[in-house]
Structure formats: C-alpha cells, structure tokens
C-alpha cells in the first residue's frame, strides 16, 4: 500500500480517474437498486453518475494529452487514507436513509482528496482541474437538491416516503413484532407454572430466562431461514432473524424478571403488571404500524394473553 505523498502527478491523475469510475459505478448501482420503490430518487442518482461520468472524462482527456495513453492501475485500496466503504449498494432492498448516508460520505471524501491533490500538484493545468474538480463535488450536494426539486415532486416524495414506510415495516416491524409476541405470550406458560408449582420466585425466574433465550434463538434461525429476502423485499435475512430473535427474548425476559424479588407474593404481583403492560405494548404497535384497530387489536392480544396465562396458572397449581 502506498501513502499518497509518494504518488507522482501521473498517479495522482490514474488515481483520480480510478475515483470516479467507482462512484460512477456506485451511483449507477444507487439508481438501479432504487428503481422499483423509489423511481424519484433513484433519478437523482442518474443525475449524480451523469456529473461523475463528466469529471471522469475531463480527467481521462488531461491524462492523455500530459502522459499518453497507458493509464496505470491504481485504486483506493492501494492507498493509504481512505475510508474503507462498505458495499451498501449490493443489499437489496436499498433504503433511501443508508444510501444518501454513503453518498453524501462518498462526496466529502473525493472532495478533500481533490483539494489535497491540487495543493502539491507543480503542473499548472493539473492543478486548475483539481481545483475545479473539488469546487463542483463541493457544489455537488447543490446539484443533488437542483434534481431533487426536478425530479421529486410532492406526489412522487409522498409515494417515495410510503414505500420507504412499507419497507421499514416490512424489514424491521413485522419480524421484530412476531418475536415480541411470541416471546411475551407464549413464555407466559412456562414462566407461572413454576411460579405456582414452586411458590419459589428463584425458579420461576431461571425457568422464565431459560425459555426466553431459548425462544429468542429458535426464533431468530426460523425467521432468517424463512427466505433470503430476494423476492419478497423483507431484507438480509440475518437482520431480520437478529431483530425477531432479540425481540423475542426480551418480550420473555420482561416479566420474568420480576421474579428476581425474593418475596414471591410481590414478585407475581409485579409480574402480571409487567405482562398488562406488553399485551398493551404489543396492540399499540399493530395498530400504529400495521393499521389494525385498536379495539381489535386489543382484543386478539389481550385473548391470547389470557389463554395462555390461565394454561400456565392452572398446570401449575395443580
């Protein structure tokens, strides 16, 4: 790896022109993973790519008039200085968040390489095209809201903003959901049938974390075994097995926990409070995102609730 101060001019060019051939590609990989949700955006990157695409020749048109034709191959990875990227651009589906994230990082990076290339270029035309060259990606935000106001128009940011909302729900909310259901409703069961079997707040509280943990990782591999996320738009599998699993251990752990307190009767008290309180957590969160009413919602949880704690409560007393 070298450092950049050992780079000639002639690099320095190879390496600029390096640059913007891989934004170039990035923002043409942006366009096109955003193309099926988020059309408008994803215009924005064509724009972006075009700008790239114009600094890349203006860059290659200098490189054969002062060195000839033989380009040297020297990429980012093969100096010192640059931010590693991660390759965001091949997760599919893309979210808008993450991508103008990158973009906006990619900006400021290829901008201070500009201004520090053109401070110790001696080559005068050189330098005028640096210099230009880290004013335009300096301007190049501007130029994204120019498109942005072209190209997003309030009906399309609406549509933009109600898939983004559909795909936050559909990579995030729906398994994450499915755990906490399953981790608050099903522990229920096993976490006061010991308490009434036992009496004994230390067991109810080891059977209740046993279950939580082994539900939150028996349901984090089935959901990230469920499908790869390529057809159905749910995402990178891992993400949602990690989200469900995490979800469901805690919504075990959370009234389980009560039971740490050595007097049993205040532990089962706290218990069943803290189990009202996820049975109401949980109908909010159907009815905020998945528009089920509230009613409705409280009542298929809370029945549910219901039936298995009376189950838990009735083999453990007998």
Not at 23 to 52: C, K, S, W
């Amino acid at each position: 790896m070298r450092s950049f101060d050992s780079l000639t001019q002639r690099e320095v060019l190879a390496l600029a022109i390096s640059l913007e051939e891989e934004d170039e590609r990035v923002y043409a990989d942006f366009a096109e993973g955003l193309r099926e949700n988020f059309a408008a955006t994803a215009a924005i990157f064509d724009g972006m790519r075009e700008e790239e695409s114009g600094h890349r020749r203006r860059l290659t048109d200098l490189y054969h008039e002062k060195f000839g034709d033989h380009i040297p191959l020297i990429r980012r990875q093969d100096v010192r200085g640059f931010v590693n990227r991660r390759p965001v651009w091949l997760t599919r589906p893309l979210g808008l968040d993450t991508v103008r994230k990158q973009a906006s990082a990619m900006e400021a990076e290829t901008r201070h390489f500009y201004e520090t290339a053109a401070a110790r270029s001696q080559d005068v035309h050189i330098r005028k095209l640096l210099d230009d060259l880290a004013v335009e990606e300096r301007s190049h935000e501007e130029k994204a809201e120019e498109l942005k106001e072209e190209k997003l128009q309030p009906s399309a940011k609406e549509s933009e903003d109600l898939a983004n909302r559909r795909l936050f729900v559909l990579q995030i909310v729906q398994p994450g959901l499915a755990g906490l259901m399953d981790g608050s409703v099903s522990t229920l069961a096993p976490v006061f049938a010991a308490a009434f079997a036992t009496r004994n707040s230390w067991d109810a509280f080891v059977v209740g974390l046993a279950a939580s943990l082994g539900a939150g990782i028996s349901m984090g591999f089935a959901e990230a075994l469920s499908d790869d996320g390529s057809l159905t738009g749910r995402g990178h599998p891992w993400t949602r097995g990690f989200v469900c699993g995490l979800m469901t251990a805690l919504g075990g752990i959370g009234h389980t926990l009560p039971f740490l307190i050595p007097g049993f009767r205040a532990a089962l008290l706290l218990a069943v409070f803290v189990v009202l309180i996820e049975l109401a957590l949980i109908s909010w969160i159907r009815h905020r995102y998945m528009e089920t009413p509230v009613v409705s919602a409280a009542l298929q949880v809370g029945l549910g609730g219901i039936l298995v704690f009376a189950t838990g409560v009735l083999i453990g007393s007998s």
